[in-house]
């Protein structure tokens, strides 16, 4: 266990995760979610929207059987690493030590995203795209069980983003080089937990996650940008991060615009509606309709829904949707901006909303469970 200091100074002890730079982490918030289900009687939890897994990794060091879910292949890889995977870590040491012993050569990766001298607008500098050409292409000769793959996989792009030249997402480039950015990448052996609970990891769409039954069910739905004239591709996760689908996949697909993103990442390219800004024939926001009816359908005793105050949805709308659907029993609002969480107010009117970056976290029961 490792103590980390939540916003309010004090201290709450929370099971170590790891994960790589991400615009929704949840690392800030693992404290709080602790303390809103610890007291809950649960042996099944489901993260609906796992991303890079720190919750998913939570739940399962706090003793439940966890699910892991998302669309992205790269999550799906985080979550095999530190739930499924079972060899010991003296099995991957050896892979790893000839992978950080390779030299490099320049390959489809240094092509399109290694830079050299002072030209900062690549997200790597070209020796260690070099590196990962040849890292990624022996990866594939191993010709490893999936679940020892993505051990793999997780470490390569765990240091991969120890040395990047971002602010932490991929659909645009720091104009000079990160102090960072010049170290050399070194592949070490993911921090995985012992695995003590039955676990599962799943790739896909959450509507249909959310139908099997499991005790309690987080929701982290992408937020987008209630900035209307923001275009969609560039709040898109798939945007950010098109750099690990590509790593994990390793099939050089075709790219556009300055930052090399993946054709599939365009804003015609599988929208999600939880990001969507536009209305339905109703009127209605149709991430607001998205969140309703991924709430009506979750087959849960528990979900607990964390939002941003960035998002489309509004906060008296989250309330809304949940109060209609069972009891509100905890919530919680993060300011990251003055370093203060305060307990809401149990009716639409909001502490600490005033303009400020605000992260909420709602617990509620459920009316209507099916097992």
């Known amino acids: 266990m490792c103590a980390q200091s939540d916003l309010c100074g004090n201290v709450s ?23 809103m289900v610890r007291r809950l009687n649960v042996e099944s939890a489901l993260d609906a929207f796992s991303g890079t897994t720190r919750v998913a990794q939570l739940f399962a060091q706090i003793g439940y059987n966890t699910t892991a879910n998302d669309i992205s ?14 060899q010991a870590d003296s099995y991957y040491l050896p892979y790893l030590d000839e992978l950080n012993s390779l030299p490099g050569y320049k390959g489809w990766f240094s092509e399109h995203y290694g830079g ?18 040849a890292i990624r292409d022996r990866i594939e000769e191993y010709n ?16 991969m983003d120890a040395v990047d030249n971002t602010l932490g ?9 990160s102090p960072r950015s010049y170290n050399d990448i070194c592949l070490k052996l993911p921090k995985r937990p012992v695995i003590t609970t039955n676990n599962k990891v799943i790739r896909g769409d959450v509507f249909d996650a959310v139908h099997d039954y499991h005790d309690l069910v987080y929701l982290d739905p992408p937020y987008g940008s ?3 004239k923001m ?19 390793n099939d ?17 390219a599988c929208p999600s509606v939880f990001e969507d800004f536009k209305k339905n024939d109703e009127g209605n926001s149709i991430a607001m309709q998205a969140i309703k009816e991924l709430i009506e359908q979750t087959n849960s005793h528990y979900i607990l829904l964390s939002y941003g105050s960035g998002g489309r949805v509004t906060k008296e709308e989250l309330y809304d949707i949940l109060k209609s659907n069972g009891k509100v029993i905890a919530a919680q609002e993060i300011n990251y901006k003055k370093n203060v969480m305060s307990n809401m107010r149990w009716t639409n009117e909001w502490i600490n909303s005033n303009g400020r970056y605000n992260e909420y976290l709602f617990l509620m029961e459920k009316s209507g469970i099916c097992k």
């Open 116 to 133: 050299e001298d002072e030209d900062g607008k690549m997200p790597f500098q070209l020796k260690n795209t070099m590196r990962l050409d």
């Open 231 to 249: 275009p969609p591709s560039r709040v898109r996760y798939a945007a950010y991060y098109h750099i690990w689908k590509t790593i994990i996949l």
């Open 169 to 177: 997402h991929y659909a645009a480039y720091l104009s000079g080089w």
């Open 73 to 86: 292949v790269w999550s799906q890889v985080f979550a095999t690493c530190y739930l499924l995977s079972k």
């Open 13 to 35: 002890s929370v099971p170590e995760t790891e994960g790589i730079k991400y615009t929704g982490s949840k690392l800030r918030i693992l404290p709080y979610i602790v303390d």
């Open 226 to 228: 209630n900035n209307e």
């Open 252 to 268: 050089k697909p075709a790219v556009f615009g300055k930052a090399n993103r993946r054709e599939d990442t365009r804003d015609a």
């Open 144 to 159: 490893l069980p999936w679940e020892d793959k993505c051990v793999l996989l997780t470490s390569l792009i765990l240091a």
